[in-house]
């Protein structure tokens, strides 16, 4: 007769059935599965409480397994995979979203502390005399994602921390429409009137050529980059922004 093996891993093997069991009435093995299934339908257990009893406690007499609990836990989970309640299944995928989330939250909270311990590095713009932090302070959510309060508190933080440049834009915030177009430089602007201008380097940037963004221009059919855009792009930026010079003009 060939021995059972227990179906949870780590165990070590019964020993064979008793012959009462493994034989049928004409003296010929039988297959364990036939006997399991006879066993179940009859509502017995699939392995006689005297044959564990026996088989199992001459193992553990012989040797003393190294995990005691582990047979039980491998058995718990077993059961919990293969009969998950619904509530479960069904919000499976949202907890493990969660645990993904918290889990690069930590990650990008360890990776910020880890860059505000460092000295923050300062380099010259170009050929010019602009000694610019090695971070920019960007600005496109001001006025659609952020409230000015909201600006205000970032700007204040980010310039305490030693960032000294901060980046906008004539089409600012985005997305982009004429409702809230030049909303972010009025943000700015009004924060601004209480730092002192040669500590704050201001880079804003003129629309390149655009046929859908003609309410950047007045009475523009189109708007492109020649000398009469960038004169009134960046008269109409220093009036939003309450200042009399740009440090730095880009072409979006």
């Known amino acids: 007769t060939r021995p059972l093996f227990c179906a949870v891993a780590g165990r070590p093997p019964h020993p064979p059935l008793p012959a009462s ?3 049928n009435s004409r003296n010929q093995p039988r297959r364990a599965s036939s006997v399991l299934s006879r ?16 088989g199992r406690g001459a193992e553990v007499g012989r040797q003393r ?7 039980m836990q491998q058995m718990a989970l077993s059961a919990f ?24 939250a930590r ?23 602009l000694l610019i932090s090695e971070i920019t302070l960007g600005t496109m959510t001001f006025g659609e ?12 933080y980010s310039f305490d921390q030693g960032i ?49 963004s003609t309410y950047l221009r007045d009475n523009a059919e189109v708007v492109r980059v020649d000398a009469a855009n960038i004169k009134e ?10 200042t009399d010079y740009i440090d730095l003009l880009q072409i979006h």
């Open 39 to 54: 066993r179940r339908r009859q509502g017995q257990p699939s392995i006689p409480p005297s044959y564990l009893a026996a």
């Open 107 to 129: 990650r990008l909270r360890s990776q910020v502390r880890a860059q505000a311990q460092q000295e923050l590095q300062y380099k010259k713009l170009g050929d010019s005399d």
């Open 21 to 23: 069991v493994t034989r």
């Open 81 to 104: 995979v293969t009969t998950p309640s619904s509530s479960y299944s069904n919000n499976l995928p949202r907890l493990t979203a969660c645990r993904s989330q918290r889990w690069h």
């Open 65 to 71: 397994p190294r995990n005691r609990n582990f047979s």
């Open 164 to 212: 000294n440049i901060l980046d906008t834009a004539e089409m600012y915030p985005v997305p982009t429409k004429k409702e809230t177009q030049g909303r972010t430089d009025l943000y700015i602007g009004r924060w601004m009137q209480s730092k002192p201008r040669d500590k704050v380097i201001l880079a804003t940037k003129v629309s390149g050529y655009s046929e859908r």
């Open 233 to 242: 792009s960046v008269e109409k930026s220093l009036s939003r922004l309450s």
């Open 145 to 156: 994602q952020n409230t000015e309060k909201e600006a205000h508190d970032m700007l204040s």
